[in-house]
Each structure stands twice: as structure tokens, then as C-alpha cells.
């Protein structure tokens, strides 16, 4: 039986990508962002990350692997982000 649940994070306006998916990993386990031992650098390249979804008015999804996750990151005609979290643990 899995053990797996779902959390969304929407990213404030001016937050980088890359850190608003540390937050969301971290808050999924109910863990300090600081004292979580996960490194996103460990997994996807940050600068192509928060590169990617940049873009204004381009409706785009990426999904990826971490920390014991699936990160499925999906932006709107508008370009704004919301990060999901499918927790493996």
C-alpha cells in the first residue's frame, strides 16, 4: 500500500522557481526548508529551471524526480507557476 500524497504550492510573484520548489518539498514533509538535507542542484540544473518558466505567456509542464518525490511543475496561458508534489515517502 502506498504512502503517497499530494501537496500544491503557487510561488509568490517574485520568487525563483528553483526556490519555490525547495519550499514545496520541504513544506510536503513537513520539514524545515533549511534543515532539509535534500539539494535541488542534486537533481535539475536551477538556472535552466527558473530559465524555463521565465517566459511569460507560454504554457508549459515539466515533471522530475526528487528527494523522494515527483515534482510536476505546470504554468498557465499567463506563465504564472504551480508547483505539485507527489511525496513517495
Known amino acids: 500500500m502506498s504512502?503517497?500524497?499530494a501537496f500544491y504550492y503557487e510561488p509568490d510573484e517574485?520568487?525563483?522557481l528553483s526556490t519555490?520548489?525547495?519550499?514545496?518539498v520541504a513544506e510536503a514533509h513537513n520539514e524545515d526548508?533549511?534543515?532539509?538535507?535534500?539539494l535541488i542542484s542534486d537533481d535539475i540544473n536551477t538556472d535552466a529551471l527558473d530559465g524555463l518558466f521565465?517566459?511569460?505567456?507560454l504554457k508549459t509542464t515539466l515533471q522530475f524526480e526528487a528527494d523522494s518525490t515527483t515534482v510536476t511543475i505546470t504554468a498557465d496561458e499567463s506563465g504564472k507557476p504551480r508547483v505539485r508534489i507527489e511525496s513517495h515517502r
Do not use: Y
Request: without cysteine; charged residues 20%; proline residues 0%.
Open 3 to 5: 504512502n503517497q500524497h
Open 14 to 16: 517574485n520568487e525563483l
Open 20 to 24: 519555490a520548489v525547495v519550499t514545496a
Open 33 to 38: 526548508v533549511l534543515a532539509q538535507k535534500w
Open 54 to 57: 521565465n517566459k511569460r505567456n
